[in-house]
């Protein structure tokens, strides 16, 4: 699967931002989809996750209750809409795709990824 993700950027802490992953060459309802970040310094960490069907979302307790993990299978596109950005959201987004159909919370569960997109949240 090819993923692009895009829509990052340069926000102030409390706005929100949504980020794009495109996929394409391979049918994308048929793969759970993943969100992750990395910050400087630090490892890749799940953000939010959601089965092939848009079902099962997870998400990090960091960000239960700001972000929202969708997609459309119509349009072959995941979203990730973040509200109530935090200074600490600041990061590397990437999307990846499943190796099922489920919602996973664990790098391993994935074996495509996109390039990222930043995420800069000034405070």
């Known amino acids: 699967v090819q993923l692009q993700a895009s829509g990052g950027g340069l926000v102030q802490a409390g706005d929100s931002l949504t980020l794009s992953c495109a996929a394409s060459?391979?049918?994308?309802?048929?793969?759970?989809l993943g969100w992750f970040r990395q910050a400087p310094g630090k490892e890749r960490d799940v953000v939010a996750a959601i089965s092939a069907s848009g079902g099962n979302p997870y998400y990090a307790d960091s960000v239960k209750g700001r972000f929202t993990i969708s997609r459309d299978n119509a349009k072959n596109t995941g979203y990730l809409q973040m509200h109530s950005l935090k200074p600490e959201d600041t990061a590397v987004y990437y999307c990846?795709?499943?190796?099922?159909?489920?919602?996973?919370?664990?790098?391993?569960?994935?074996?495509?990824w996109g390039q990222g997109t930043l995420v800069t949240v000034s405070s």
């Open positions: 990846a795709s499943a190796i099922g159909s489920g919602s996973y919370a664990a790098a391993p569960w994935y074996n495509d």
């Open positions: 060459g391979r049918t994308f309802s048929n793969f759970g």
